[in-house]
């Protein structure tokens, strides 16, 4: 824990009183000059901190803004966040995490940002990511699996997504694949997991996660090119981030261990269990043409099952899947 | 083209007469001193020019060594090589492939070096890489497949080194799943392809590709957990590493071309034609135990089809492949 995430600590567990400079430099072995660099810092990332000639300092109020510390206090998990880095501004979280796996850290690591300078999306697409209203993460994992079954990580990780949304804000969520999470057909959160590996040995897996939690209607971009929505704008209630963030982690360790135990079955049958066109027909559009048939699963490597109507399965593994809900929408 | 290697192509082309410094320096544009500094570095690099006063240079032996202009004049390819860096020492090929291609390299692009350093094989074991009488290269390539496809290029490149060692070598090459050649039951050649992708897209693919060519019996080391030989030892007599390394690279273009055009099957079934236990009784040692079946060949993502002796088709996707020969062995 950093000096300033030890002040913090002492400031919110003496909320009703006064705590000295020379109190909290004893306690913490810092000196005085220390304290009020601290407290600057504090302040200026939005704490509002009295200050009282001969009482000391008193924490009057506190932005949302997620602290290692805080992340880490009752997280209650085993792996995943035993290790966490909270940055209030980064490029990209996926950038960060991948910097660190080369660099050697511990599955589990989990980087978190208030605010993302260059977040991407699918195929190198922007993601919008405003500061401090929505959740930027990536957690590192390094699963002793083949290559060919880490794609079904974005299966689980959109699991936990889901999940976290009907636990902590209740909501309907649906999963899209390969990697969107749905509120009333409108995209709440994606997906980005990247892979380092070689023939017999994963390296690294980052599953990057952005959820739209708090972001208001002007802060979407204008030009979105699918209907996009927040956990605010859905229920009209902003919600907590961290409390979000560590319901989300630990649902992750949950899946992520029984995973390793009973494999990729029960991951399957949950994603099926949430998926927006399951049993439904739907059109396929790859570069080479578009596909038509139902929906009726996950292939265990995580392509979608498709049932074309002469009743061959295809294997999926790369498209733009849209429900057809007329006759019509077929020619 | 570097003027050191200009130099080189001046002396090959005029080998039969004495070609003045004074020339040099105006055929190349670069001054007296540049000529000379060159002169002296390929020198070092073990190249017996002659210098006669009043005449000129003359070159009178080249050692083995792979130069990138070599390598480049006459391949004939595409894609292949139309980047390639020749060092005389690193680390590893792969490990500096990696790094070309985060800094943008293009498709295609080909590292040798004629020591490695710090050679890897499967799952970090080390890969004996003495200097200048063996293969070491990576291939870069940016595949447009789905990241599930991936392993399948490790099989691309198996087929083409077999292919290779028959064309040049006239020596009857085997494949052993996954990433193994054989040559009289002997490993002459490992592969190690590295990977790095996101959820939806291959950034990019290394395929590392080391083969012992003219690796003597004393530069083996002495404890190894498996027979390994070179192309020396099994013909007696040494191969021109240029000529192995154009074909094998030509042969790489045409696979790989056809792979993007057609798909797998052509090469699974090469490679199924290749494959020292296809249709055999084998062993399959995996961390949690051991299976026994006969190999019918490759699944679609590069999984090993076991047929067990119930019937009942298993998919390998990891695991040590040995026959088994006598009912014993399967106590």
Redesign the interface.
């Known amino acids: 824990m950093t000096s300033r995430d030890e002040i913090l600590n002492l400031f919110r567990t003496n909320s009703d009183h006064y705590i000295s400079g020379q109190k909290i430099s004893h306690l913490l072995k810092i000196s005085r000059a220390a304290v009020w660099k601290q407290v600057k810092a504090l302040r200026e990332l939005g704490f509002e901190i009295e200050a009282k000639h001969s009482l000391g300092y008193r924490l009057l109020a506190a932005p949302d803004l997620l602290l290692a510390s805080d992340i880490e206090s009752g997280l209650n998990c085993r792996l995943i966040g035993q290790t966490v880095v909270a940055l209030t501004e980064t490029d990209s979280t996926n950038a960060q995490a991948r910097q660190l796996a080369e660099d050697g850290a511990i599955e589990g690591t989990v980087v978190v940002a208030d605010r993302q300078s260059a977040g991407r999306g ?3 697409r922007r993601w919008e990511s405003p500061s401090g209203v929505n959740l930027y993460c990536s957690i590192l994992l390094r699963p002793q699996i ?6 079904q990580l ?1 299966f689980l990780s959109a699991v936990a997504v889901a999940e976290t949304l009907e636990k902590v804000c209740h909501l309907s969520a649906k999963v899209k694949w ?2 969107d999470i749905l509120v009333n057909g409108a995209k709440i959160s994606g ?11 994963i390296h690294f897996v980052i599953l990057g996660v952005g959820v739209n939690l708090n972001m208001l209607e002007e802060q979407f971009p204008e030009s979105l090119n699918y209907p996009a929505t927040s956990v605010l704008l859905e229920t009209g209630k902003s919600v907590d981030r961290l409390m979000f963030l560590q319901t989300f982690l630990r649902c992750l360790e949950q899946y992520y261990a029984e995973f390793l135990e009973e494999g990729f079955t029960p991951i399957r049958q949950r994603w099926e269990g949430y998926c927006d066109t399951i049993n439904r027909q739907v059109r396929v559009d790859q570069g080479s043409g578009s596909l038509y048939g139902t929906v009726v699963g996950l292939e265990p ?3 979608l099952r498709l049932q074309l109507d002469d009743g061959r399965i295809e294997r999926i ?2 498209g733009d899947v849209r429900p057809v809900t007329k006759k019509m929408d077929r020619e």
Chains 1, 2 share one sequence.
């Open positions: 699918r195929l190198g083949p290559v060919q079954q880490a794609p974005t390969p990697n997906l980005l997991n990247e892979m380092n590996a070689e023939t017999e040995q490597e995580g392509a593994l790369a």
